[in-house]
């Protein structure tokens, strides 16, 4: 199970973290993405996590988000720096163990979906 939290209203050019809480599973194992779905667009793929440590952002937000994962916790973070209003929208945050790197920006290729947070992104 996934657990999305962090979502909020900030300004253009502010900041904010999104975790996402792991449950069920060997954490280690895991490969956990974000994406992220505007309205009346596509869900589209943001950043991506490898268990082997590995990474993988979108065009859109290289340079300005991270991802980064804290064992202890079952958790992993997207921290989000110089945020834009078109980063506004509902980031889901998904996982999966059998994922291979050429599919890692597929949302299909991921079996378990956390609720979504809403990120809005004010001019």
């Known amino acids: 199970q996934l657990q999305a939290s962090g979502g909020g209203l900030v300004m253009t050019g502010g900041s904010l973290r999104l975790s996402c809480a792991f449950s069920?599973?060997?954490?280690?194992?895991?490969?956990v993405g974000w994406f992220r779905q505007a309205p009346g667009k596509e869900r589209e793929f943001v950043s991506s996590?490898?268990?082997?440590?590995?990474?993988i952002y979108a065009d859109s937000v290289k340079g300005r988000f991270t991802i980064s994962r804290d064992i202890t916790k079952n958790t992993v973070y997207l921290q989000m720096n110089s945020l834009k209003p078109e980063d506004t929208a509902l980031y889901y945050c998904?996982?999966?163990?059998?994922?291979?790197?050429?599919?890692?920006?597929?949302?299909?290729?991921?079996?378990?979906w956390g609720q979504g947070t809403q990120v809005t992104v004010s001019s």
């Open positions: 998904a996982a999966s163990a059998t994922i291979i790197t050429s599919t890692m920006t597929s949302a299909q290729a991921y079996n378990a």
């Open positions: 069920g599973g060997t954490f280690s194992r895991y490969t």
């Open positions: 996590r490898k268990y082997s440590g590995s990474t």
